[in-house]
């Protein structure tokens, strides 16, 4: 049978497909639970009704995305029954501890604090509404760090001992598994990243409406406030990128020889920031590289010697016995670099867009009205300049709505690839952890199935997003303007009207 149809790659292909989709929204889950949080705060704080209209409208966005995220990670479960039994029953020991910890606290802590946001406009005195959201904000980053832990076990296994008699991997040290340097690097990473997508998320959203000279004033401050998660977010998801590089290349070496295609040991080894040729076999490869920079990533300076790929395969063949212990060069290469890129790019267009917020090349003076009745940005003649400049920066903003999310997918995807052939790392190879019993029929089917229902779920994502986004921010009923000053509200004898705020 051909290898491409073995049920083990099968598996595989459907694993990574739900999993990207499912990763699409965790990242803006977790950043707009604290961005809206933070400007339910201003409004708090200042009165000011703009933070308001900003907190109803973003919390909107959040709310749909968030029940979106919950569904799909729903259908990651069950794979690990259907295609990978033989992995469940392996690590089932430890994967059920932060599994629970996910789910009983996390998740339910999360979703509780939800409901009362949603419920609680007025019912609940504004400061607590607001630390219901901050709660939430929270609850995804507890979330996260659950589910990061597991999956740093995977990458480097820790805190846990074979049972001779079951040939089951046994928990023994939970706390390692949630405090070892993988663990904490990866969270920091991913959280950062998660800012740098919400950051983008918003600024690409504000651009529509300030394009169209709509909603101004809300969509002015959530283009400056996601400029500076934007800004922020990437110069922090660079920092903690650096450090990971350090951990891949003390604990997987072929990771990091994966991810510079780099065939021999070289010392000092150069970054190679792109190539053409047959990266795959280390022939006809002409790149353009920076020299050095791949001992810096590696060890903080400019000499160390980084192994190639080949060496590093014969040193796992002494230490795990025979085998091709090479994962998908060109994947795990170019994956990489578009991580990066996107990434990059991203973090390039926030810092223009705070150079040009911060010169008033983007303000708008007044509105008039051309020929056609479509309102249009006015702009005096000395902003001319400006307005050339920015024409073309708000379209860019727009398309930057998703290249951090394209950034963390193809990070994922370097991460879980560049690790093969083994599923835990050094512990269990990926071919011994499909279920046995398994037919090609069987995976097929179930893959077709996830990804038609995902198909669905994408066009039910897309309107839903197009359609509140296009609505823009609410109008304020004289409810919003005065909450109540009491859990329950003013007025218990009225404690049957409608909501004031549900979706």
């Given amino acids: 049978m051909d290898i491409a149809l073995a049920p083990e790659t099968l598996a595989r292909w459907q694993f990574g497909i739900t999993t990207v989709y499912h990763f699409l929204f965790v990242p803006l889950t977790i950043s707009l639970a604290s961005l809206v949080a933070g400007l339910e705060t201003a409004w708090v704080r200042t009165g000011k ?81 607001a630390a219901c959201m901050w709660m939430v904000a929270i609850g995804t980053v507890l979330s996260a760090y659950f589910i990061l832990a597991a999956n740093s076990w995977m990458q480097h296994p820790v805190g846990y001992r074979i049972n001779e008699e079951s040939g089951r991997a046994e928990l023994t040290d939970f706390l390692a598994v949630l405090t070892q340097d993988t663990t904490v690097v990866v969270v920091f990473h991913t959280l950062t990243a998660a800012f740098l997508a919400g950051g983008a998320f918003m600024v690409g959203i504000a651009a529509v409406h300030l394009r169209r000279g709509r909603h101004l004033p809300e969509m002015r401050t959530s283009l400056r406030l996601g400029l500076v998660t934007l800004v922020v977010g990437g110069l922090l998801t660079a920092v903690s990128g650096d450090r990971l590089s350090k951990v891949m290349y003390e604990q997987q070496p072929m990771k990091m020889a994966s991810a510079e295609a780099l065939w021999d040991t070289e010392a000092p080894a150069p970054f190679s920031v792109f190539a053409y040729g047959d990266v795959d076999e280390g022939h006809n490869k002409v790149a353009i590289e920076i020299p050095g920079l791949l001992s810096f990533l590696a060890h903080s300076d400019l000499e160390t010697e980084v192994p190639g790929i080949n060496d590093v395969n014969e040193d796992l063949r002494e230490q795990y016995g025979p085998g091709d212990y090479r994962p998908n060069i060109p994947v795990a290469y170019w994956g990489f670099r578009w991580m ?20 008033k090349l983007w303000l708008a003076p007044r509105l008039r009205t051309t020929e056609d009745e479509k309102p249009r ?63 090609q029929g069987e995976v097929l089917l179930s893959m077709s199935v996830f990804t038609l229902l995902y198909a ?3 066009v039910i994502e897309v309107k839903l997003l197009v359609k509140y986004v296009k609505a823009g921010p609410p109008e304020l009923t004289e409810a919003d303007l005065n909450p109540p000053t009491k859990i329950g509200g003013d007025d218990d004898a009225d404690a049957d009207r409608p909501m004031a705020f549900s979706y």
């Fill in 49 to 129: 009704e703009k933070y308001l209209r900003a907190t109803k409208f973003w919390g909107r966005l959040f709310l749909i995305n968030i029940a979106m995220g919950v569904v799909t990670g729903i259908v990651q479960e069950f794979q690990f029954g259907m295609n990978w039994s033989d992995y469940s029953r392996f690590v089932g020991d430890i994967f059920g501890a932060p599994l629970a910890f996910e789910a009983l606290i996390a998740f339910f802590f999360e979703s509780t604090f939800i409901g009362l946001w949603i419920f609680g406009w007025d019912k609940l005195p504004k400061k607590i509404h």
């Fill in 340 to 359: 990066i890129g996107f990434g990059m790019v991203s973090f390039a267009i926030g810092v223009v867009g705070l150079y040009l917020t911060r010169n």
């Fill in 377 to 439: 940005l006015a702009l005096t003649r000395d902003r001319e300049l400006g307005a050339a400049l920015t024409d073309w920066y708000w379209k860019l903003a727009v398309l930057t709505i998703g290249f951090p999310l394209l950034a963390s997918s193809w990070g994922w995807i370097f991460t879980e690839m560049a690790r093969q052939p083994w599923v835990v790392y050094g512990v269990l190879r990926t071919e011994d952890a499909v279920s046995p019993g398994v037919t």
């Fill in 456 to 458: 669905i779920l994408a």
